[in-house]
């Protein structure tokens, strides 16, 4: 199991920035993907963005150039650093990683937090 902890959502204005932070805690060997997702009332979860064990990293369409997602593997933590933030960035951020390797089994199920609430209003 993979617990996940997220922080820093709360109420920015618009053009503003955040950080949301997740660290994660169990009993494994690694983590291979490590992502950000966000959800508004009567919508579908959609992805914000996602980097890999190896760095690489994905972006939702609507933040490409505002957001940047990073790891430290070292302490299981995984950010994002949102700029230029928009009312219609607002929603509930959730942490999730997925691959997830233990000493004698592989994991490949999406493990979620329990969210983080954004709110971008002047």
């Known amino acids: 199991q993979v617990q996940l902890v997220e922080s820093g959502g709360g109420l920015v204005q618009p053009g503003g920035s955040l950080r949301l932070s997740c660290a994660a805690s169990?009993?494994?060997?690694?983590?291979?993907?490590m992502g950000w997702y966000r959800q508004t009332p009567g919508t579908q979860r959609e992805l914000v963005a996602h980097?890999?064990?190896?760095?690489?990293?994905v972006y939702g369409d609507s933040v490409k150039g505002r957001f940047t997602i990073s790891r430290d593997d070292a302490k299981n933590t995984v950010v994002l650093q949102m700029n230029s933030l928009k009312p219609e960035d607002a929603a509930v951020y959730f942490c999730?990683?997925?691959?997830?390797?233990?000493?004698?089994?592989?994991?490949?199920?999406?493990?979620w937090g329990q969210g983080t609430e954004v709110t971008v209003s002047s």
């Open positions: 169990g009993s494994f060997v690694r983590l291979n993907g």
């Open positions: 980097v890999s064990r190896g760095g690489g990293s």
């Open positions: 999730s990683v997925n691959g997830v390797v233990y000493d004698d089994t592989f994991d490949n199920s999406h493990y």
